[in-house]
């Protein structure tokens, strides 16, 4: 109770313009006291203006008050300081450089406590006791100490910028609506905070999303990694027990094998694991991104909210991990049979299959996302040749052009019987099969083209559901007609297809990754409809014409 004492007698006696005990103490008429260097220093800073008036209630005085060192006051300053303590803060209370220094405090000043966006000053704890106590005070803006409150005065008007331009995208005062302004449409800088900060908090949502989906792309890319080198592990243990057998014979192909099986692991692991990596600093820079945000999102100065915006919006490009879907597959299970079977065959064996087993070893390859081609130039690279089929074409289906052009025709074509043929639709496969990658370009014309893939199993007649293109499982379409378009699969309801309509339809295929891809060909290229799943047979392309239609699978360069 005693040391409180003091320290109400102390914080008594301080000038609340150094905050130390006062020194050569003068009184004011309005009763409130300093020392007299701090509030001549005070008023010399105003004396241009002719105004004087008390730091802490405001009154103010003219002329300027002559100062008389109060006597009384001194003496019992004096006293306390006989009692050994000083009302000086510890260092740690005062401004460093990278610290907001008090506005209102002369000589060595203290650290701001809170700034006002009102009277664009910043207070200590003590000076920012009046934002308190004093009714129309009560009223500020009170924010965590700005260094750069100049930045919310207009440079034209002087006067507080508290607008926002959407026309100009731009901070300005109320004068500025009436003058360069005018006619633009402005809101108040709060009210456009209030929106940034809900896009602001719809990207977060996005960032840790994007964060929880590469986490989890993560991990499943860390189980393939081991699945990958469990299979690996076992086929080297395998391989090795059965060369051993064969002795001498077979040991030098048995070393081949085992150095291309850790060869292909270590290609597809450094595969993986790349994707990985990419993956681990996306998520990383997503993190730091959505610090940002946060910290951006807590600012409470609209004007440097607005102002920091655009820039610590803004998002790299995700990296490209939508098409992972991994499977489970068959690795280096084949390159031991394969080795079985060698076993048996001894030498002579040998020789024919030993490109049997390279192939094998060849074929293990983890099924990481393939970049999805912008530019129909990237997808060029893998055109392919294919023409239609005679075979499978229904009798009201002309072919021409090398078996490039297909038309519906009235009268029937004198086709020989084939168990291929379409009866019941007028259809059309492709004579090649598709079974790695491939892109072609269909252009038609008329009332409408389906331009499909199919297994080569697919039903030539009984109900239609068992062999119109994209009514059952062994086939999927794009249906094109010029007033609408919509993709089918498996009987399912037809989903629509927005954007353009194209006369000039693109379609690639990624068989093993069970990639389908259905692009509007025209000056740009526009992706129509994708389809992820997996293809357990071989594919064909296929058309189905209605009636009067034509179309044309195009050469590529």
Avoid at 19 to 33: I, M
Avoid at 46 to 68: A, E, G, M, N
Avoid at 507 to 513: E, G, Q, S, T
């Amino acid at each position: 109770m005693a040391q409180k004492g003091v320290q109400l007698d102390r914080e008594t006696f301080c000038c609340s313009i150094c905050l130390d005990l006062l020194k050569d103490p003068v009184g004011l008429s309005c009763g409130h006291s300093y020392c007299m260097s701090c509030i001549q220093l005070h008023w010399d800073g105003k004396d241009q203006r002719k105004i004087y008036s008390c730091p802490q209630c405001r009154q103010t005085f003219k002329p300027r008050p002559v100062l008389v060192k109060n006597t009384m006051l001194a003496a019992l300053v004096e006293q306390l300081k006989k009692t050994g303590l000083q009302a000086a803060p510890a260092d740690h209370c005062y401004a460093g450089p990278e610290d907001v220094a008090c506005d209102v405090c002369t000589g060595r000043k203290r650290k701001a406590f809170k700034s006002c966006l009102v009277c664009l000053a910043s207070y200590c704890e003590n000076h920012l006791q009046h934002h308190y106590d004093a009714p129309p005070l009560k009223k500020h803006k009170l924010v965590e100490p700005l260094k750069k409150l100049q930045e919310n005065i207009c440079s034209r008007h002087d006067e507080v910028m508290k607008m926002f331009c959407r026309t100009d995208q731009q901070i300005i005062c109320y004068l500025c609506t009436m003058e360069d302004h005018k006619g633009h449409n402005t809101v108040p800088a709060a009210a456009e905070r209030t929106e940034r900060q809900r896009e602001l908090e719809v990207s977060r949502l996005n960032i840790q999303q994007r964060i929880q989906d590469r986490e989890k792309d993560v991990k499943l890319l860390q189980q393939e990694v081991e699945a990958v080198s469990r299979s690996a592990d076992k086929a080297v243990e395998d391989s090795e027990k059965i060369f051993n057998e064969l002795i001498c014979l077979l040991q030098k192909r048995s070393s081949d094998v085992k150095q291309q099986i850790r060869s292909q692991q270590e290609t597809e692991v450094s595969g993986v694991k790349e994707l990985q990596e990419k993956l681990q600093q996306e998520i990383t820079e997503l993190k730091r991104k959505d610090a940002e945000l946060k910290q951006l999102s807590h600012t409470e100065d609209h004007n440097q909210f607005l102002h920091n915006y655009p820039s610590v919006s803004q998002l790299r490009e995700p990296t490209d991990s939508s098409s992972i879907n991994i499977r489970p597959l068959s690795y280096f299970e084949e390159v031991t049979a394969a080795v079985s079977e060698l076993r048996d065959k001894l030498q002579d064996i040998l020789k024919e299959e030993w490109t049997n087993i390279s192939v094998r070893v060849a074929e293990v390859d983890v099924l990481l996302p393939q970049p999805e081609s912008k530019t129909r130039a990237e997808l060029l690279k893998y055109s392919c040749v294919i023409t239609l089929d005679p075979n499978t074409a229904h009798t009201k289906v002309l072919l021409s052009e090398g078996n490039r052009k297909v038309e519906r025709v009235i009268q029937q074509q004198s086709y020989s019987s084939h168990p291929d043929r379409f009866i019941g639709c007028c259809q059309v496969l492709s004579k090649e099969s598709i079974t790695g990658r491939c892109y072609w370009e269909v252009e038609w014309s008329g009332t409408g083209v389906d331009v499909a893939v199919a297994y080569k199993s697919i039903s030539r007649t009984g109900q239609w559901n068992e062999y119109v293109f994209g009514n059952n499982e062994k086939s999927w379409a794009l249906y094109c007609e010029p007033a609408r378009h919509s993709f089918r699969f498996n009987n399912t309801e037809q989903t629509p297809v927005s954007g353009p309509r194209p006369s000039r339809v693109g379609v690639y295929l990624d068989h093993r990754a069970g990639i389908l891809s259905f692009y509007s060909v025209s000056e740009t290229m526009t992706l129509l409809h994708r389809v992820q799943t997996t293809f357990t047979q071989p594919l064909y392309a296929g058309l189905c014409l209605y009636e009067g239609a034509k179309a044309e699978l195009c050469k590529l360069k």
